[in-house]
């Protein structure tokens, strides 16, 4: 695999794997010393193609050589240098989906530094939260960018935070102690990428930590590299002459993974920083045959979005479609095919997540597609567990990996004990991933969330995709997410929020449907119109915030919802219903 991606090591490594230690810290490509930025900027600099296209929510247009990021990166590199940043120190992202939060990516890591990407909808308390868990030192920010026709001062928020030095691009007076971007490029002496180990440190993905303190998850050059450009290639068809649109944040590991997957392999990634509904909902449409973006990756909740809105225009010049972030129904997946996709556009479902930097699960282009389905990610020795550790066919089950892959996270950030707990306690051997999943006899999977979201109502077990798939039958429902809440007599009861039509017939429509498709047990005892639901930007449902301001109980860090308001909207109604 190594040769074929033409990754290049400095020096060869003299063993694939050592699990010496025990399973769950295995160490890949042991002896060998490489760069992801090496393989992904400095390798390409002499060729002619576009390593990044740009373009931001005012329609502005910028895009950048493999030769001149390489100038760029190198010159930052420099800098940081000068400033006596060191490997391994912790260097801090957080900013918007644009060049410059590429060039500070690798930059940090051309050195042998570790890039701590941080989601640019973050408030004060979540980004000092990582700030303190990680040590970072520096952390760059910007200015400012546009967002739903609004400017958003992301350094005005970063000035809140304590106890790290800023580093500002684009146009700002800068305050004591702050440093310009665009004069450390300017004054940094071009460094070449240094030989970092295999098992070096290069980037920390925070889990978006919707319950108890974010995890710091640890991934290093060699497993990083070998597998993320792996995956972009064999799951997305990526190659030299694509361009590669993910709609995503340098937060969320799709951002990390499209970015290096892409360059990895020669071809574009577009970068967009702007809502993908603003100032109308076909942006979408006008980014993709503007900038040649040949592939594009979506999740669910924008494609029922458009569904719901009627739209029956197709995608033109696109060939492949990405998915990821959370299980799809089977009408919204026939739409993308049928209508965006004209019947002929291949869907690559992935699923994975932060703590491997990659999918664990994949349908690729070059396998016979099942609505909905994934199937079992290249090298990727999952399977289906029950509660008693064993293998289960057509059966929702827990999502496993029984052996240790190369891009797994190299532990949580100064809490060995809370790796072993999270990921390798439940079943001996084996990394539990934490998704509900069924796999079928020909070998496909199907997603139905997160295992420690599941529903018991009368003493049967349910996952709230199951439930929100029959809730998506009725017309009139646009989005749903679903919840399970105590109750005396069945132990817990389901609750429906959907977005839609507002009224009590379709209510009362949605309620028969779930009785009708998965049977009077599993009726839901609550069904509630909002007018969003809460999202992370990058459309991702957050169910357990919605559970726990149901039941008035602090939902915590909710500064990754693109719209807060919604949180208010559910503590009110839960509370008209505790009231009635």
Not at 40 to 67: C, H, M, P, Q
Request: hydrophobic share 35%; aromatic share 10%; with cysteine.
């Amino acid at each position: 695999m190594v040769k074929e991606l033409n990754i290049t090591f400095f020096r060869h490594y003299d063993r694939i794997f050592d699990d010496t230690s025990g399973k769950e810290w295995t160490k890949w490509f042991t002896g060998g010393t490489v760069n992801i930025v090496y393989n992904a900027v400095e390798k390409w600099k002499d060729s002619e193609g576009y390593a990044i296209k740009f373009e931001n929510e005012k329609g502005e247009r910028r895009y950048l050589t493999y030769n001149e990021l390489d100038e760029l990166t190198g010159k930052l590199a420099g800098g940081l240098l000068d400033l006596g940043v060191k490997k391994g120190d912790r260097i801090g992202i957080y900013m918007p989906l644009n060049p410059e939060c590429v060039i500070a990516f690798y930059a940090a890591m051309r050195i042998g530094a570790v890039s701590v990407p941080i989601f640019s909808g973050y408030g004060r308390d979540a980004l000092q939260t990582r700030i303190d868990d990680a040590g970072i030192t520096f952390l760059f920010t910007s200015a400012g960018y546009s967002r739903k026709g609004k400017e958003v001062n992301m350094a005005e928020t970063a000035r809140t935070v304590q106890n790290v030095h800023l580093i500002i691009s684009g146009e700002t007076e800068l305050l004591h102690g702050e440093l310009s971007f665009s004069d450390l490029v300017k004054n940094g002496k071009y460094t070449e990428s240094v030989q970092t180990g295999s098992e070096d440190p290069a980037i920390m993905l925070y889990t978006s930590g919707t319950t108890g303190k974010p995890k710091g998850t640890v991934h290093v050059h060699g497993g990083t590299i070998v597998n993320v450009t792996k995956e972009v290639k064999y799951y997305m068809d990526a190659r030299p002459g694509d361009t590669l649109f993910w709609i995503t944040d340098l937060g969320w590991m799709m951002g990390p993974w499209a970015i290096i997957g892409a360059n990895c392999l020669g071809a574009s990634v577009f970068l967009y920083d702007g809502s993908i509904d603003y100032p109308g909902t076909d942006r979408l449409w006008s980014l993709v045959e503007g900038n040649g973006i040949t592939l594009v990756g979506v999740s669910p909740t924008l494609i029922r979005n458009y569904k719901f809105k009627g739209i029956s225009k197709a995608m033109k010049g696109v060939r492949l479609f990405g998915s990821t972030g959370e299980p799809w129904d089977e009408e919204s997946w026939m739409y993308l095919f049928n209508v965006l996709g004209s019947g002929k556009v291949p869907i690559a479902n992935v699923s994975g997540g932060t703590d491997i930097i990659g999918c664990f699960l994949a349908s690729t282009p070059a396998i016979p597609l099942k609505p909905r389905c994934l199937y079992r990610g290249l090298g990727m020795n999952v399977s289906v567990f029950d509660d008693s550790g064993g293998e289960v066919h057509n059966r929702i089950g827990y999502l496993v990996a029984r052996e240790h892959t190369p891009s797994m996270t190299r532990g949580i950030w100064k809490q060995p004990e809370r790796y072993r707990e999270s990921y390798w306690s439940k079943f001996d051997g084996t990394w539990n991933q934490g998704d509900w999943a069924e796999m079928d006899d020909d070998g496909y999977f199907y997603l139905y969330g997160r295992s420690d979201e599941v529903i018991k109502t009368s003493g049967k077990r349910i996952g709230p995709n199951e439930v929100e798939d029959s809730v998506l039958k009725i017309p009139d429902a646009s989005e749903a997410a679903v919840i399970g809440i105590p109750d005396e007599v069945k132990g817990e009861a389901i609750v429906v929020f959907y977005t839609g039509k507002g009224d009590e017939e379709t209510a009362a429509l949605i309620k028969k449907q779930v009785e009708k498709s998965l049977g009077k047990s599993f009726s839901p005892k609550y069904v509630i119109n909002l007018h969003t639901l809460p999202k992370t930007k990058n459309g991702k449902i957050l169910r357990r915030v919605l559970r726990t301001t149901f039941l008035g109980n602090d939902p915590g860090d909710i500064s990754n919802i693109e719209d807060q308001s919604v949180i208010d909207e559910v503590r009110e109604m839960a509370g008209k219903i505790r009231g009635a």
